[in-house]
């Protein structure tokens, strides 16, 4: 981890279905974006993991990729999962969740925001304001004991739910932190609203209460609450209004993909899943079998990540051209959006992956361009 020459060691898993197929454009398009800067380079290692590589082998994240995994400066996992290829309890494939828990990636962090061009399905003009950051519990919650659930005589079944102090505070001051970082970079205050259902249960009680104990500790983000089901009304009805939403790991799971869904689809919806020492860079999307091999997918997810990457990177190693990279990045994204000739089938346009994906990569700043990629 973390190195004095700023070479940073980049692990890479292809995953399932389309991942292949996006993965390959994505690592152009950081090379290129990269290779304008002093100061860093990336080095890219693969790694097997993945149903594919369950089905072939046996073993859907070797202790190896574990491992080597572990050693990288940050993870580029791609969409990860095939329908067909079940663990013998008929569960999915799903190494990504092991990731998050052997690392300890406790925040799940997707931005919800609407890229111009995108298809938005909510009408309000306010739509194009829509900017918030949703971060999800990732190790515990109700995912904390997944494995343990029970059927009993075919009668009943039970899941438990499991919030720690600990995790909570590192959950919440992590919130917090970037509220402030939003703000400093927006230029207006921070908001942080916890979201769980502790009218009703002693656990989001519990989960409520931390996160009143670490709201006094940032006096200059405001923070505030909401049930979860009236989140999900919010989330429809007057989404521009939030910031910061932090909430328990099944309940992020659910709102996560509404959050995808406003932003027009999930083909631009990137996410991360942070702890203190590691980090995993993810498309929301999974391996879209049904379009596997067509060159069609969107890689703009994929990307997105990609970008997200680079600027934890720079924040993690206070390395500014890194921050600056992965600015770029977005900005690049934004740019091939905005024009109706850049966008792929889920977004009603004609691009393939490999084309969209070069759009991005003309559209870079260091690439000269003029900020439209009419060209392509
Ligand atoms: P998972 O449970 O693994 O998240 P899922 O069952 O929700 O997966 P996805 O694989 O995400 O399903 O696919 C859902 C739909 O969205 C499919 O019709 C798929 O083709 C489409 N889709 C997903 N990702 C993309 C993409 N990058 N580009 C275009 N379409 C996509």
């Not at 993965?23 to 993945?50: C, H, M, Q, R, V």
């Not at 970082?181 to 009218?199: F, L, S, W």
Request: with cysteine.
């Amino acid at each position: 981890m973390g190195t004095l020459s700023n070479s940073f060691k980049i692990a890479v898993f292809e995953g399932d279905g389309i991942g292949p197929e996006i993965t390959k454009p994505t690592l152009e398009i950081l090379k290129s974006a990269s290779s304008n800067y002093e100061g860093f380079s990336l080095d890219f290692e693969f790694l097997p993991a993945g149903a594919g590589h369950y089905r072939d082998t046996g073993s859907a994240l070797p202790k190896e990729s574990m491992d080597r995994a572990r050693a990288a400066d940050a993870i580029l996992l791609s969409a990860i999962g095939l329908p067909d290829v079940r663990y013998k309890d008929g569960t999915e494939i799903r190494p990504q969740v092991d990731l998050r828990f052997n690392l300890d990636l406790y925040a799940g962090v997707r931005p919800v925001k609407i890229y111009p061009g995108a298809k938005c399905p909510l009408s309000d003009p306010r739509a194009k304001d829509i900017d918030f950051v949703l971060v999800r519990e990732s190790t515990e919650g109700l995912f904390a004991h997944m494995h343990d659930g029970k059927v009993v005589d075919d009668q009943y079944a039970t899941e438990t739910l499991k919030i720690t102090r600990s995790t909570s505070e590192k959950l919440f001051d992590f919130s917090f932190s970037l509220a402030r970082q939003r703000a400093a970079e927006k230029g207006r205050p921070g908001k942080v609203t916890c979201v769980d259902k502790a009218n009703i249960f002693r656990s989001f009680w519990f989960f409520r209460s931390i996160f009143e104990e670490r709201a006094k500790s940032f006096p200059d983000v405001i923070s505030d609450a909401a049930y979860v089901d009236a989140m999900a009304m919010w989330m429809v009805q007057k989404p521009w209004d939030f910031d910061i939403l932090v909430t328990e790991n099944m309940f992020g799971d659910i709102l996560s993909d509404l959050g995808a869904g406003i932003m027009g689809s999930l083909g631009i919806a990137p996410s991360a899943d942070i702890g203190d020492d590691h980090a995993v860079f993810q498309p929301c999307h999974g391996s879209a079998p049904d379009i596997a091999g067509q060159g069609v997918a969107n890689p703009l997810a994929m990307i997105l990540s990609a970008g997200m990457m680079m600027t934890w990177l720079g924040h993690q190693h206070g390395v500014p051209q890194l921050i600056e990279c992965g600015q770029g990045i977005d900005d690049a994204v934004t740019r091939v959006l905005a024009n109706e000739r850049g966008l792929t089938r889920d977004l009603g346009g004609q691009l393939g992956t490999e084309e969209c994906a070069l759009a991005v990569l003309e559209a870079l700043p260091s690439n000269g361009s003029d900020g439209n990629p009419e060209a392509s």
